[in-house]
Nanobody, 125 residues
Framework: VQLQAYGGGLVQAGGSLRLSCAAS????????MGWFRQAPGMEREFVAA????????RYADSVKGRFTISRDNAKRSVYLHMNSLKPEDTAVYYC???????????????????WGQGTLVTVSS
């Protein structure tokens, strides 16, 4: 599967943004999906994950209550709705796909076989 993330941009602190990730192929509903981010000078970190059916979502503590991950399998897309953005949310955001049932390892980058190219989110103070 090929992934393309988009929707990043410049937003003021407290604002909102929605990221989208479009997938190619007709087997999108066989992948668990995740969002990760990498801030300047930092390692890439887990943000959110959603199971292939969309029934289970997981979040990093730093975004819990502010970000929402969702998916539309008919549109082969996964979304990250970001509210109450903070300057520390500034990063390149990546979507990723996991075909295996990785279960509790959803936050580990190594379980995701496919990655999008990333979209930059900049939050100004």
């Amino acid at each position: 599967v090929q992934l393309q993330a988009y929707g990043g941009g410049l937003v003021q602190a407290g604002g909102s943004l929605r990221l989208s990730c479009a997938a190619s192929g007709r087997t999108f509903n066989t992948y668990d999906m995740g969002w990760f981010r990498q801030a300047p000078g930092m390692e890439r970190e887990f943000v959110a994950a959603i199971t292939r059916s969309g029934s289970i979502t997981r979040y990093a503590d730093s975004v819990k209550g502010r970000f929402t991950i969702s998916r539309d399998n008919a549109k082969r897309s996964v979304y990250l709705h970001m509210n109450s953005l903070k300057p520390e949310d500034t990063a390149v955001y990546y979507c990723a796909a996991d075909r295996n049932y990785s279960g509790s390892q959803y936050s580990e980058q190594r379980v995701y076989e496919y990655w999008g190219q990333g979209t930059l989110v900049t939050v100004s103070s």
